[in-house]
């Protein structure tokens, strides 16, 4: 068994030969797969499923909105929120009802109960962050924020339905930098 070096890390298999005109795409795609798994990990012990919190944070931010507002916000397939909402419902976590203005509407909410579980995410999030970073000193981080950015942007040029928000890749970007 050879010696792992910095050139060779452990979990990293040859480029697929299909993949050799896309080395970065082939990274990429890898590495949203592992942080979702390591995601998945951190967030069973607060009783989530990956993705389930970022439907919770819209609503811990936002506050009662719209179940058609929530879609588009998470930027997910409607039959998957449909499923996140009633296992978060089931749960305790969330309220849905129809909404007021609208009754075809339905308004989905956080619940009181959910307040404990708001700390389980931030602490979930925060030490993903730790196990994701872990390695790479302040300016690393930063650069890897930046060129994250720029690569969502392109990528956001190429899909029909991107979120059109000029501001949310900097001030993502102006965030997490702070917190670095």
């Known amino acids: 068994m050879k010696p792992e070096t910095a050139a ?3 979990c990293t298999e040859p480029l697929p030969s299909s993949a050799l005109g896309g080395p970065v795409s ?3 795609s890898r590495v949203a797969r ?3 798994m390591v995601a998945g990990k951190l ?3 607060a009783g989530l499923y990956p993705g389930q919190e970022f439907v919770m944070m819209h609503l811990w931010d936002a506050g009662p909105v719209r179940q058609s507002e929530l879609i588009k916000a998470v930027e997910l397939d409607p039959s998957t929120v449909t499923k996140m909402l009633q296992r978060l419902e089931q749960a305790g976590h969330v309220r849905r009802c129809p909404d007021p203005g609208d009754r075809r509407a339905v308004l989905v909410e956080a619940t009181e109960e ?3 579980l708001h700390s389980s995410v931030e602490e979930a999030w925060a030490n993903l962050e ?3 970073l872990a390695g ?3 300016d690393e981080r930063r650069e890897l924020i930046r060129l994250l950015g720029r690569v969502e942007e392109n990528l956001c040029v190429q899909t029909a339905d991107c979120p059109r928000q ?3 890749t900097s001030s993502t970007r102006s965030t997490s930098a702070a917190e670095l």
Do not use: I, Q
Request: charged fraction near 35%; aromatic fraction near 0%; glycine fraction near 4%.
């Open 136 to 138: 790479l000193d302040p």
């Open 130 to 132: 730790e196990h994701t």
């Open 26 to 28: 082939h990274a990429v």
């Open 166 to 168: 000029p501001d949310r």
């Open 8 to 10: 060779d890390p452990v």
């Open 114 to 116: 959910s307040c404990e």
């Open 34 to 36: 592992l942080h979702r």
């Open 43 to 45: 967030l069973r012990g």
